[in-house]
């Protein structure tokens, strides 16, 4: 299975940005925790991150004819804010995980919202760094490739 990993905003700052929060690990940490941790799998993932909405959209439009078979998408603070990310997501017609690091539901009022939520298979947070593994468990066990 070949999974596109796109971080949005502010994601290059992990593990320096409100560790209190987002914890302690980079992103290329918790790259390789995630990949290490699914070495049994046949899984190939592939890694972006960006500050920038455009290029966001740019790299989902391009997943629509690539060979990935799924997306994992983590848009950080566009979540709460981006029709346009929203509706890029729309365009993908495979399946696509939304993963936040913290429980945005008991955060501030501003982040419960989440306008990209409605265009996504379904949405995991709250569990730090596991996000993005429990997202691939799910992927896999949709596609029935989960071997647990």
Not at 16 to 39: C, H, P, S, W
């Amino acid at each position: 299975m070949k999974i596109l990993v796109l971080n949005g905003p502010n994601l290059n700052l992990l593990g320096d940005r409100e560790v209190d929060i987002y914890g302690n690990m980079t992103l290329a940490e918790i790259k390789g925790f995630t990949e290490n941790a699914l070495q049994s799998y046949a899984v190939d993932m592939e890694w972006k991150q960006s500050n920038h909405e455009g290029e966001m959209i740019e790299i989902i439009h391009s997943i629509r004819k690539s060979d990935h078979d799924a997306l994992i998408i983590n848009p950080g603070a566009f979540s709460h804010t981006s029709l346009a990310l929203m509706d890029a997501l729309r365009s993908v017609a495979k399946p696509i995980v939304e993963v936040h690091l913290s429980n945005t539901a008991a955060r501030e009022e501003y982040r419960r919202t989440k306008l990209t939520a409605q265009a996504v298979e379904s949405i995991i947070e709250g569990l730090g760094k596991d996000v993005y593994l429990v997202a691939v468990l799910a992927l896999l066990i949709k596609k029935g490739l989960w071997h647990g």
